[in-house]
């Protein structure tokens, strides 16, 4: 399983915005409220989807270059092209909205058939068949080359077996493939990371060169045009694009599955919040977010009878500490009891309620507890570590360390931590103080720099660079192009998007998780033993889930149920408009 | 007058290379990666090495530049990292959308700043006079993106009258020519006002000192109208800062665009550069740049040239 880091919500708190699912609730603890879906849905009415600040929408195949890989060219993509795979808000597999209708395989987890629906159609009346399925796997195999032709390669290369671990993928009629494997295994590991991402592109359509170079070239040149994509299998079909202004889907007349009732939706580029906030409150964007620095002025929004949701994503933040090798603090961050006591430090729950008014909740380890998903541990309900300063410094005392001019010392160390967080955001430095503030009762003294987003991670993701101690405001999101949530690439020893921390148990079980085994029981077994073991380690400090806070106007509906917003690609065509409001 | 343009062509060819130099270094010295950016949430250490070769970042700063530079000669501005399309057509589909909003500003704050200085000077310690200096002082030292915000408060959320945003009404079934006026309003707006008054003060002063020159007082006693020597006679000459400032705005205008575009949702070339400075996205950074970078230089050929055509007394050599 690869993990990779996600910035996205990082990006929200840099930007002072909600993003990814706007408008697009979960069912959640907080203090959300929903769009009533009960009245007769009518056709007509335009969406106006509002993009997250300074978003640029500008890849339109399902087949996406490194470097154009973002959740918001997947959100109007997935709306053109039906994925293998749909996953649901609670990240199981929807079958219905899926390519595949079922998946089987061997006990040895080296080969899979994967029996495709005969129902799906592409826009042109010709049926979506293995042919297509194939097609796209040889434009996969090729872009993941580290010498294909710009823009490639793939961002999938290196996920989930794609492509050298893949020994075959071959038609077995026109609606069965069959994929063996070189080596076993875990099978849902391989489902979750791999089969999810064949993504079948119109072959009689696109696959019009016999030099693959060539034909790589061609989609790499027309990727970023939006109306290259003249024929599609999803709900919607392309209408136009303007960079720094809107792109524009209407419903697919030939589309199978449920056909979409509204005129068009509008993605519409948002320059900033305060931008986005002032077309909410003027109606020109009917569906839209708040960040949560705005949540003061949301009753100017709910006075003119506009819904307020959140919607959380299937991710986790943290504080990330500095063991990278040759940092000063990493023989004090590698003792886990220090570890330990710094997350005992930190008042999560507060911050969540106080500072994020609700619109967050705490985490305990490498899995969210909301949404709610089978891959969280029952047993990581409860917190292991909960906040209590007296019991945190209890720890460092009983290892030798002691207060000494408000500085908890040791020999020749002292707690002194530069801290960097992510500026921008009032809610970001607000918690930053507050966690500065707790430390600070226990004798950990921590000086804070706000960096803009760009500079966060880049000092993060530089090995060398120890001018910081402890990073607030980055983490992960489970949403591809691998979407099994372990660790490899990010908890497991010289993992590329960790920050230095090593651990051989953590490594063994990161392992043990790839492996195959003959029931999901054992399969969920192993996980969790590798989720309970993260979750202790602390290979980072644990901080809270941020919900995307939703805006939709009153005669939008359909957006909270059909949000999907684990993996932040709602089904538009559920959507609706009713008139007269 | 044609060797005068020669030679102050070729004297900007330096100034040019400078502000390149200069831009290049600073932009690539500067915090933020933009591999690191691209990849966002995708980011590990082989798919950085990878874009970051594929982008030809991994080369020396000054083989880059020399590369820039040999491409700029032939016309090539790159490849947009966040857009994949050409920085040339991009600024090309920006360009007439700031040009319009810019333009109207321009001509508009002019005419409304020779009328108002004008009428200031000759009324001078008037209510009038004193009502307006007040007002002109409060925009000159009133920042683009505050007056652009107290607008969207008041004509978009408040009125309703005009759009907040963007230059067409996405839920309009055909958004017309009305509706692209009504979207050029505000943006243009807020440009004519934060102009207006600086340049109003300005012919207040040069009008002022007109009117108490000898050829005013000497027109009057050859019998002409108040009007005839306000708007005739001295107008001429008071003008000729303004043609001096008239060059020179155009940058400043274009700078000033920047942030009135991002209030506004406005997709011009300070859009394009807002989104490729927070991205990173050096080769549009460096393509507005040089373009602002040359629309400088041309505003100030521009305003010596129109400056000697309004003043006789200037000769080129």
Redesign the interface.
């Known amino acids: 399983m ?1 993990l ?5 919500v990082a ?1 929200a708190m840099v930007t002072g915005t909600a993003l990814l699912l706007t408008g697009c609730g979960s069912s959640s603890a907080t203090p959300s409220t929903s769009t009533p879906s009960s009245s007769t849905p009518t056709a007509g009415g ?1 969406i ?1 989807f509002a993009e997250s600040p ?1 978003t ?1 929408l ?2 339109f195949l399902p087949i996406v270059p ?6 918001n060219n997947d959100q109007l993509v997935v709306q053109l092209y039906k994925p293998m795979l749909w996953l649901n808000n609670n990240y199981s597999i929807n079958w219905n909205s899926s390519i595949a209708k079922n998946i089987t395989y061997n006990k040895a987890g080296t080969v899979y058939h994967i029996f495709l629906h005969k129902k799906w159609l592409w826009s042109n009346g010709q049926p979506v068949t293995s042919k297509d399925v194939l097609f796209s796997w040889n434009v996969i195999k090729a872009a993941s080359s ?1 010498n294909a032709p ?2 490639w ?1 793939f ?1 999938g290369a ?1 996920t989930g077996e794609i492509p050298n671990g893949i020994q075959s993928v071959v038609a077995n009629g026109n609606y069965e493939v069959t994929i063996t494997l070189k080596k076993p295994a875990n099978q849902q590991w391989f489902i979750y990371n791999g089969i999810i991402q064949l993504t079948p592109m119109p072959a009689a359509v696109w696959d019009i060169h016999k030099n693959m170079t060539k034909e790589l070239t061609y989609l ?1 040149e027309n ?2 045009n939006l109306m290259f994509d003249k024929v599609t299998d999803g709900p919607f079909v392309p209408v136009s694009a ?5 792109w ?1 889907i209407a419903p697919n007349k030939n589309y199978p599955g449920h056909k979409s009732l509204v ?1 068009k939706i ?1 993605f ?5 919040s ?2 986005e906030f ?2 909410l ?4 964007v ?1 569906l839209g977010y708040l960040d949560p620095s705005q949540l003061g002025s949301a009753p100017a929004l709910t006075s003119q009878g506009d819904k307020i949701t959140s919607a959380y994503p299937f991710g986790i933040f943290w504080t990330e500490m500095n063991m990278y090798k040759g940092s000063p603090y990493a023989s004090i961050f590698d003792h886990l009891y220090v570890r330990q006591a710094l997350q005992m430090g930190l008042d999560n729950a507060t911050i969540a309620k106080d500072i994020f008014k609700g619109y967050a909740t705490p985490v305990d380890g490498p899995i969210p507890t909301v949404p709610a998903t089978k891959y969280l541990d029952p047993s990581l309900a409860t917190n292991p570590y909960p906040y209590n300063i007296q019991a945190a410094m209890q720890l460092l005392e009983k290892h030798g360390w002691k207060e000494v001019n408000g500085v908890m010392t040791k020999g020749s160390q002292q707690m002194k931590f530069p801290m960097i967080y992510v500026s921008g955001a009032t809610s970001s430095t607000d918690a930053a103080e507050l966690m500065q503030s707790d430390w600070a009762k226990m004798g950990v003294d921590v000086t804070l720099a706000g960096e ?1 987003f ?2 966060f ?3 993060t ?1 530089d090995s060398t660079n120890h001018t910081w101690a402890l990073a607030n405001g980055s983490g ?2 489970y ?1 591809g ?1 691998g979407f099994y949530p372990t660790g490899g ?1 990010l908890f497991a020893t010289g993992a ?2 960790g920050t230095g921390f090593s651990n051989q148990e953590e490594d063994a079980l990161i392992k043990a998780t790839h492996q195959p085994y003959p029931t999901e029981q054992q399969t969920m077994s192993v996980f969790f033993k590798y989720e309970d073991y993260t979750a202790k380690i602390l290979p980072f400090l644990w901080n809270e889930n941020y919900a995307a806070i939703g805006v939709n106007a009153p005669n939008v509906h359909n957006t909270v149920k059909y949000a999907d917003a684990a993996t932040s690609l709602p089904q538009m065509q559920y959507w609706w408009v009713s008139s007269g409001n | 007058m044609l060797k005068f343009i020669v030679r102050r062509i070729l004297q900007s060819i330096p100034t040019l290379i400078g502000i390149t130099l200069i831009s290049f270094a600073m932009i690539h010295i500067a ?3 933009p591999v ?12 950085a090495a ?2 970051t070769k ?1 982008l030809g970042l991994n080369k020396p700063l000054w083989d880059q530049y020399l590369i820039w530079v040999g491409n700029l000669l032939q016309g090539n501005l790159g490849i947009s ?5 050409p920085v040339t057509t ?1 600024i090309l ?2 360009m007439p959308h700031t040009l319009i909003i810019v333009v109207v500003a321009v001509v508009a704050a002019h005419l409304f700043a020779v009328f108002i200085g004008s009428v200031q000077a000759y009324y001078k310690d008037s209510w009038f006079d004193q009502v307006a200096t007040v007002v002109n002082y409060f925009l000159y030292s009133m920042p683009s993106f505050w007056l652009g ?1 107290l607008l ?2 008041l004509f ?2 408040t009125l ?1 009258w005009l ?9 309009l ?1 055909n958004p017309g020519f009305i509706d692209w006026v009504r979207h050029l309003i505000l943006p243009s707006a807020t440009l004519f006002l934060v102009s207006v008054a600086a340049w109003a003060r300005y012919m207040r002063s040069s009008m002022w000192d007109s009117l108490l020159q000898d050829y005013a007082r000497t027109a009057r006693m050859k019998g002409a109208s108040e009007f005839r020597v306000v708007f005739v006679h001295a107008l001429r000459n008071s003008i000729l800062p303004l043609i001096t400032l008239f060059g020179l705005s155009l940058p400043a205008l274009l700078s000033g665009a920047l942030f009135v ?5 406005y ?1 011009g070339m300070g ?2 550069f ?2 490729a400075v ?3 996205d050096y080769p549009i950074i460096m393509g507005v740049t040089i373009f602002i970078g040359v629309i400088t230089l041309v505003g100030n050929l521009l305003a010596d040239i129109l400056y000697g055509i309004a003043d006789p007394r200037i000769q080129y050599k």
């Open positions: 690869k990779n880091k996600s910035m996205s990006i335009v106006n300074a640029q500008n890849w490194s470097s154009n890989d973002t959740v580290p710009k823009p390669p961002v290196g790499g990727g970023a303007t960079p720094s202004q809107s524009v005129k509008v519409d580029y948002e320059a900033s305060t931008a002032a077309a409150k003027t109606n020109q009917n803009p760009a500079n991670i880049s000092m993701s992960w999101d949403n192009p690439q590329p998007s | 915090p933020g990666n690191r950016l691209l990849l966002g949430n995708h980011y590990t250490i082989d798919r990878a874009l594929q990292y966040v857009y994949n399309e991009l589909q920006a915000v969207v408060i978009s959320i309703g759009p907040s945003g963007g230059i067409v009404n996405n839920q079934a575009e991002e209030i506004f949702n997709p859009l394009l807002w989104d927070l991205s990173r």
